[in-house]
């Protein structure tokens, strides 16, 4: 127990840990973890922390360090219900070790409590015995929101109602295990878990290998295959339905999508049709065959659940009841994580698999019962309080376990009156004090109390395959009695010490179960409005860049009186002000302060940090398709904008912030265009930047290369359009202004111009897949027959404004066009054209 003086017996071989044990008891104490039920350091503790005890502390805050960047440069994050911004992974430095034979025990019990909750679940949702002869009240099965009534009678397809489940455990201070909540809806933290793994085998890589510890690749891959074997076709569509970007574990769900090669979809991008569930797709509807659903059940058909729901799909239930779709866990399965439940689990256990439970439930009283009630009014100051079952809404039944004592005069008394009104919706809970572990804080192993969630898969022959390790959350509260990931939480790695070297496994298949491909899937609509709107956003960053750097050298000149400087200043700011980044204030004053506020301000929507921004914020919803570096460069962007309390020296540094910030951009474009597959993704992602680049140079065509235009307007348009080097090499006589608008809006062969951008939007549009089975052109490429028209017979002496006005017009109407074509969401979506040969 933290803050207690234990008598610890001394190996000899030990001396040098039992002497960093010393320095810091006095001020911690010593983790229940660290010691075993003989008075001595465990034997892995013992090895794990000797090896630490010899590492100086600047190399323990070293190691600590780079974990931390990990997690920052890779976007590991979660998300609180109710904040809008996401959180940075609280991952403790210190893993949670458990012993061979300890584990063998855990993993005994959580696999018999799943074998458990399949035969319950397949039981109320079948012939529902249990509760005809008695063993179960019917008030415990359909009084929460978790009893889906339309799901009835009905075989779950794939012949499994979970194919996923966890456990939450606690350790009392006696060493015993006790379970303290079941997760069957849709058990998160897996894919944290899986990141955690990451983070610290990187920390203590030589520990990791030598302390033999399990992999977790063998369980993730047997859950993939357990979701393959229930699908009808030999080579399923595997999606994750999520409730989307603002879920407080979306990262999680997208990391899990890409290692296991699963599709991220949401509600809107699916639709049933002839009992089918299809994604929409830019090349029309493909079929579904699994679903791995991370929406709550109630929320996954507005037809017949929560009218009000936007995040599940219309007739779903439908599709399930006719076999056309796997979906898991199966809707209805959250049945099982009912806190009245717990008390019966006992007698179920011995009545459906013939044996008591190896591990046990905190014991738990459900009110519904007079004996039960009494007992728990009774005894109402030593137990906790919880909501029987999982309700909407934060009512005083829908909250976590909560002690009597905690409570002020007002909410005892509200809650006492609940109890009376309905005791049903309530349970009476032993408190059990959690165990502690050791968790690095402020340089030094604190005990603090810790829940451990197991997870099992099930498997294709049927049975169930523990994870070797789980997800571990720490609290600083030294009396926590429930840990979740808010304020004050943070997670563990999980190391299950195996008695003999571990293999390295991973998730590579052998080289005759995989058929080789080169087409890399069809893109779902949602993913390729995403990255079309992702390039949009980095190529209008890059454009608006480019324009404050041109204000920052047109200012200096006009500081050392070089004449027209101050005309393109002021055309620069006016710019500035019609795209967004400066306001009417800013624009009326000083170019210095004009520079400083389009780059930084935070209010401004289109300064250059409310794009990069909101570059990040798109990429966060398809995180699954772009690599760790292509997100550790946006957010290293995003860090090197962001200045809080901008110095007095701030207008000075603006020009280097520039420079660096379209480093950086280029070293995004560059990502793109060497490391991604030329698949329909990367065309979005580049077409998007095509046009918002054409449209740019339309833009400041229109401002800097007009008929009046100065020698000071023409450089800044090739500064702008990067093409100084080009026009210099080919005219030796100077500035003029019939070939500064051929270079910059028709030469075919400079990459800014905006014929450039035409032929390779020309490219993309002819490379997509095209609905139409009659030969006809489709809108897009419609549109663009024109614009490739007039950009070739367009000659540079007659190009004016209003011909550059009307080709951005037209750059703009394709723009709709495409996304009219292929980002199909919602209800309103355009129709499939061709719905034939379903894959």
């Not at 926590?480 to 808010?486: C, E, F, I, P």
């Not at 008695?499 to 069809?522: S, Y």
Request: aromatic share 6%.
């Amino acid at each position: 127990m933290a803050g207690e003086t234990k008598t610890v017996r001394r190996p000899g071989k030990d001396a040098r840990l039992m002497e960093w044990l010393d320095r810091y008891r006095p001020l911690t104490g010593i983790p229940d973890e660290l010691i075993g039920p003989d008075g001595a350091p465990r034997a892995y503790w013992a090895k794990f922390l000797s090896e630490l005890s010899q590492s100086p502390a600047r190399e323990m805050d070293q190691r600590f360090a780079q974990a931390t960047r990990h997690i920052r440069d890779t976007g590991v994050s979660y998300r609180i219900y109710g904040e809008a911004t996401e959180r940075n992974w609280p991952i403790n430095p210190l893993p949670l070790i458990l012993g061979q034979e300890e584990w063998d025990e855990i993993a005994a019990g959580v696999e018999q409590r799943a074998t458990l909750m399949e035969a319950v679940l397949k039981d109320l949702y079948g012939p529902a015995r249990l509760v005809s002869e008695g063993d179960l009240p019917a008030a415990v099965v359909t009084g929460g929101a978790d009893f889906i009534r339309p799901m009835r009678g009905v075989t779950p397809p794939g012949g499994r109602y979970m194919h996923l489940y966890a456990v939450d455990l606690g350790r009392g201070p006696d060493g015993r295990w006790w379970v303290l909540d079941d997760r069957s809806q849709a058990p998160s933290g897996a894919g944290y878990a899986l990141e955690n793994r990451l983070v610290l085998s990187r920390t203590y890589p030589t520990l990791y290998n030598s302390m033999n510890v399990e992999r977790l690749a063998p369980f993730f891959a047997t859950f993939r295959d357990g979701l393959t074997e229930a699908a009808s076709r030999s080579e399923p569509r595997i999606c994750l339905l999520s409730p989307g970007p603002y879920s407080e574990t979306y990262f999680e769900q997208a990391h899990l999508a890409r290692y296991l090669g699963f599709l991220v979809v949401v509600g809107e991008v699916l639709v049933v049709r002839e009992g089918l569930a299809l994604v929409r797709t830019i090349a029309g509807l493909k079929r579904a065959d699994v679903i791995w659903r991370r929406v709550d059940a109630d929320f996954i058909d507005p037809l017949e659940l929560s009218s009000a729901s936007r995040l599940g799909v219309p007739g779903l239930l439908e599709a399930i009841r006719s076999g056309g779709v796997v979906v898991t866990n199966m809707p209805g399965s959250g049945l099982v994580e009912s806190r009245a439940l717990l008390g019966f689990l006992p007698a179920l256990s011995r009545r459906l698999l013939g044996e008591d439970l190896k591990l046990p439930n905190i014991a738990t009283w459900w009110c519904g019962q007079p004996k039960e009630r009494a007992l728990v009014e009774r005894h109402i100051d030593d137990l906790a309080i919880a909501g029987a079952f999982r309700r909407p809404g934060q009512g005083l039944a829908s909250g976590g376990p909560r002690l009597m004592a905690d409570l002020d005069k007002t909410e005892r008394a509200a809650l006492l009156t609940a109890m009376r009104q309905r005791p049903m919706d309530f349970v009476g809970q032993e408190i059990v004090r959690l165990s502690t572990t050791p968790a690095w804080r402020d340089g030094a192993p604190k005990p603090s109390p810790f829940v451990l969630r197991v997870y099992a898969a099930a498997t294709p022959d049927g049975g169930w395959k523990v994870m070797p390790g789980g997800f571990c959350r720490i609290s600083h509260t030294p009396d926590a009695r429930a840990v979740t990931m808010g304020e004050g939480a943070e997670a563990a790695d999980v190391w299950v010490l195996a008695d003999r070297p571990v293999a390295r496994v991973t998730l590579m298949a052998g080289r005759e179960k995989v058929h080789v491909r080169r087409i890399p899937g069809h893109l779902p609509s949602r993913a390729a409005d995403n990255l079309y709107w992702l390039g949009r956003y980095l190529e209008r960053a890059e454009a608006t860049l480019r324009l404050v750097r041109g204000l920052r050298t047109s200012l200096m000149e006009s500081e050392s009186a070089l004449r027209g400087a101050g005309e393109t200043q002021a055309k620069v700011q006016g710019v500035l002000f019609a795209w967004g980044a400066i306001d009417e204030d800013t624009f009326e004053g000083p170019a210095a302060e004009a520079a400083v506020a389009a780059v930084g301000d935070p209010e401004a929507y289109g300064s250059v940090i409310s794009l990069v921004r909101s570059a990040r914020r798109t990429a966060s919803s398809t995180r699954e398709r772009l690599s760790a570096d292509f997100w550790k460069l946006l957010v290293e962007l995003e860090v090197r904008l962001t200045v809080t309390n901008p110095a007095p020296g701030a207008r000075a540094e603006v020009l280097d912030r520039v420079e660096a910030a379209l480093q950086t951009l280029s070293a995004l474009s560059g990502l793109t265009q060497d490391n991604m597959i030329r698949g329909d993704g990367w065309r979005f992602l580049d077409m998007a930047r095509r046009i918002e680049r054409g449209v740019n140079t339309c833009r400041v065509a229109r401002q800097f290369a007009t008929e009046d235009a100065s020698a000071d307007d023409l450089d800044l348009l090739l500064d702008l359009a990067d093409s100084q080097i080009t026009y210099r090499a080919r005219y030796l006589e100077g500035l003029a202004l019939t070939p500064v608008r051929d270079l910059v809006m028709l030469d075919p062969f400079n990459p800014r111009s905006t014929a450039f951008q035409v032929g390779a939007l020309k490219a993309h549009l002819g490379a997509l897949p095209n609905l139409r089975d009659d030969g006809m052109l489709e809108e897009p490429q419609r549109l663009l027959v024109r614009i490739v028209a007039d950009i070739e017979a367009e000659d540079a002496a007659r190009l004016d404004s209003r011909k550059a006005l009307m080709l951005e017009q037209r750059l703009m109407q394709l723009s709709d066009a495409i996304a009219a074509r292929y980002f199909l969401q919602g209800s309103s979506a355009t129709p499939t054209k061709k719905i034939t040969g379903l894959a």
